[in-house]
């Protein structure tokens, strides 16, 4: 079965300094999805970032950008100039296919003014 | 475009009595999931339809939890009875063809 482990429980940045959250995931399969998703305390998810696998180039989304590993099945996420709304619990999903998202156990992210 | 909706936000009963969870999609999405998020965690599937058939039930308790979703659209996810360990919250997502999963507010469950 397919797992995803996020090893920073919490995480911590200057408003407007650079902040990376980790992923690790494991699976054999060769084509797949990779997904970080945010939830603010409202508890809706909201989608920040997509990868397909058989991409080698890493997405962006304006201030959000991810480092792709494919053979380390690392798949990290760089906030640049973050902001205070960018606090949030973040969680890495892994996803094949049309099927279910298998999430990670999330970070909790902390803007300090 | 609307989002995900679902109802209520928030429910409060008591061990062994029953409760339902609505979920609207996004309009033409196809595949609809119910998922449980307990404090702490990150979300778990519970059921993915497809239309108005079901792709995976495999981790629905299946003596205490159903779902339907009729006519392809609405989706109603039941607890029959409740107990403790199901306080959490259910979130409803749909999915369009390019299979990325947009979610609702989901719907805080306390069992007391």
């Known amino acids: 079965a397919q797992t995803v482990t996020q090893s920073q429980p919490e995480m911590s940045v200057q408003e407007a300094e650079t902040v990376t959250l980790s992923c690790t995931y494991d699976?054999?399969?060769?084509?797949?999805?990779l997904f970080w998703y945010k939830q603010p305390p409202s508890r809706q998810m909201i989608l920040v970032i997509r990868q397909e696998a058989y991409k080698q180039q890493n997405a962006t989304e304006n201030r959000f950008s991810v480092n792709f590993q494919k053979a380390a099945k690392s798949f990290s996420l760089k906030i640049s100039d973050s902001q205070l709304g960018d606090a949030a619990m973040y969680f890495c999903?892994?996803?094949?296919?049309?099927?279910?998202?298998?999430f990670g156990q999330g970070t909790r992210l902390t803007i300090n003014p | 475009e609307a989002g995900v909706a679902q109802s209520p936000r928030y429910k409060i009963i008591e061990k062994r009595q029953s409760v339902a969870f609505w979920c609207n999609p996004i309009?033409?999405?196809?595949?609809l999931y119910w998922y449980q998020q307990i404090l702490g965690q990150g979300p778990k599937l519970l059921i993915q339809?497809?239309?108005?058939?079901?792709?995976?039930d495999s981790q629905l308790p299946k003596d205490r939890f159903s779902a339907e979703r009729l006519k392809g659209v609405d989706s109603t996810l039941k607890i029959q009875p409740a107990k403790l360990e199901d306080s959490a919250v259910y979130l409803c997502?749909?999915?369009?063809?390019?299979?990325?999963?947009?979610f609702g507010p989901g719907t805080r469950l306390t069992v007391l």
């Open positions: 339809f497809q239309n108005n058939g079901v792709v995976d």
């Open positions: 999903a892994y996803m094949q296919g049309a099927q279910k998202l298998v």
């Open positions: 309009s033409g999405h196809a595949t």
């Open positions: 997502a749909s999915s369009d063809i390019t299979d990325t999963q947009y």
């Open positions: 699976t054999s399969e060769s084509d797949y999805y």
